[in-house]
């Protein structure tokens, strides 16, 4: 077995940052979550990020009051900010670019307060740039400059690490977004990691060419089904998750989870949006 290079934790504490220390000796972080970036298989960082589900214990520390989580799909983003209970939707398309989005955004939020920005972006992501540009949407993503078309703070990271982040209940979980493609990520005692499974070979293609709308729309509901069910018990038996949890904008087509999975709510992606920034709803 080839084993990867321990991760670097980076861990940012008022009076400046630990490093070097190898994961692997480490308990489980404890008051909050780390996002572990990866790029061609290895671990590159490890940036602490305190959430909204355990208390702050360091009174130097402040949290911006407001925040807007920006949830980018293929087919719509759907936007949240602190003290809002409605979501608003904007449509995206192939010919959807960056600047689009900040200027629609801008424009349905006008009657919101917010002090900072989160977004899940459904591409790889790293220190909160995509690295990627996105396979449903146009392009120019890769490169521009959010903090200044938004003239905020902006935190990015993956689409389905964002709802992974939302629904995490604790120990090791792995997230499956059943949408346009399979988005997927591990949650490893309050570590993020973001991962790319669908771009693994399965049968004739990969997993997405199965389990994503591709897939759903050439095989129909009921074969699609048999290969959700059977694609999950390849991850799983693989990945050996103590938590399963499955969303996404097709999850709504299966008749009944998987054996040992969960369907969550596709509104976790903005609680995961909301514990980036250890704000409140």
């Known amino acids: 077995m080839v084993r990867s290079p321990p991760a670097l934790l980076v861990l940012r504490t008022p009076r400046g940052s630990i490093r070097g220390r190898n994961l692997s000796r480490r ?12 790029s061609s298989g290895r671990a590159i960082n490890l940036v602490l990020l305190k959430t909204q589900i355990n208390r702050v214990t360091e009174s130097s520390q402040k949290t911006p009051a407001n925040v807007l989580v920006v ?11 602190t003290g809002q209970t409605e979501p608003r939707k904007l449509a995206t ?15 349905l ?14 591409a790889p992501v790293r220190q909160d740039r995509p690295v990627e540009e996105p396979f449903n949407l146009g392009r120019g993503w890769v490169g521009f400059d959010y903090r200044e078309a938004f003239g905020r703070p902006v935190k990015m990271i993956n689409d389905a690490a964002m709802q992974a982040l939302g629904c995490y209940q604790g120990r090791k979980m792995l997230f499956l977004g059943l949408g346009t493609g399979l988005g997927s990520s591990l949650v490893v005692e309050g570590i993020v990691v973001p991962t790319e499974l669908c771009r693994l070979p399965y049968k004739k293609a990969t997993f997405e060419d199965y389990v994503g709308t591709r897939g759903l729309e050439r095989l129909g509901k009921k074969k699609w089904r048999r ?11 693989a990945l050996e998750p103590e938590d399963v949890a499955l969303g996404g ?4 087509y299966l008749k009944e989870a998987p054996p040992a999975c969960r369907i969550v709510d596709n509104n976790n992606a903005f ?9 409140k709803p």
Request: hydrophobic share 40%; with cysteine; net charge positive.
């Open 27 to 38: 308990r489980p972080c404890e008051g909050g979550f780390a996002v572990c970036n990866y």
């Open 71 to 81: 949830d980018v799909g293929g087919h719509n983003i759907k936007l949240l900010a």
């Open 93 to 107: 398309g192939p010919k959807f670019t960056p600047g689009k989005m900040v200027n629609g955004v801008k424009e």
């Open 109 to 122: 939020t006008q009657d919101w307060k917010y002090d900072v920005v989160s977004i899940g972006f459904p």
């Open 227 to 237: 290969c959700v069910e059977d694609v999950v018990a390849r991850l799983v038996a």
């Open 249 to 252: 904008g097709n999850v709504k």
């Open 271 to 279: 609680i995961g949006g909301f514990r980036l920034w250890d704000a």
